[in-house]
């Protein structure tokens, strides 16, 4: 082999060396690009996935507090209007008991509350009140009931109102008193869901 053929395969065996070299290296820094690639990818898939579970709580969140503000306006509608609807209900009520109270039967429902608490008094000494309205059966009573009745200056309505002083108790049978307790206590019952 002469020189120019050694330096040739030298300069060959060299370069072949120096390529091998050269693609290790870039093989090598390629595979460490991979690597940063793909931890990066990863990161990013999580952070989306974070993003996206924060998201999703959020908008749960949202939408539980739209629907519990709409839930509390319709309950405050719904309160505004059994209001207005017990109102009427009563004031219907009330022009019942004016129509009632021009009726025999109430002059005989008066009169079996006085004979009741006459009995419940037995014998103690007792006022029995009357409405100011209701002046007009006081004769009428008195005679009925052999008892003598007293015309409240204050305005209950109607029905009648007694006081036994011996033991301090008052028999409240006015329709001012009767009224109130059922207004008090009236409330809407109705189908599924409502109160």
Same mark, same amino acid.
């Given at each position: 082999?002469?020189?120019? #053929? @050694? $330096?040739?395969?030298? =300069?060959?065996? /060299?370069? %072949?060396? +120096?390529? &091998? ?33 924060? #998201? @999703? $709580?959020?908008?749960? =969140?949202?939408? /539980?507090? %739209?629907? +519990?503000? &709409? ?33 025999? #039967?109430? $002059? ?47 305005d209950f309505v109607g029905g009648i109102r007694c006081v036994i002083r011996g033991r301090n108790v008052l028999i409240d049978n006015s329709f001012k008193t ?12 109705g189908g599924e869901g409502i109160v």
């Amino acid at each position: 082999m002469t020189l120019d #053929e @050694k $330096i040739a395969h030298l =300069q060959a065996a /060299s370069m %072949a060396e +120096a390529r &091998a070299e050269g693609n290790s290296i870039i093989d090598s820094y390629r595979d460490a690009l991979e690597k940063v690639f793909q931890e990066h990818k990863e990161e990013m898939i999580q952070q989306s996935e974070l993003r996206i579970r924060s #998201e @999703k $709580i959020n908008t749960r =969140q949202q939408l /539980s507090q %739209a629907a +519990a503000k &709409a839930q509390l306006e319709l309950k405050r509608q719904y309160g505004k209007v059994a209001q207005e609807l017990k109102d009427q209900v009563f004031e219907e009520a009330n022009v019942l008991v004016r129509e009632y109270m021009k009726t025999d #039967e109430y $002059i005989d429902f008066m009169a079996a509350c006085i004979r009741k608490a006459l009995a419940f008094a037995n014998g103690e000494p007792v006022t029995i009140y009357i409405n100011p309205t209701d002046v007009s059966h006081k004769d009428a009573l008195e005679a009925e009931t052999g008892t003598s009745l007293t015309v409240s200056k204050e305005d209950f309505v109607g029905g009648i109102r007694c006081v036994i002083r011996g033991r301090n108790v008052l028999i409240d049978n006015s329709f001012k008193t009767q009224l109130r307790n059922e207004y008090d206590n009236f409330m809407f019952r109705g189908g599924e869901g409502i109160v």
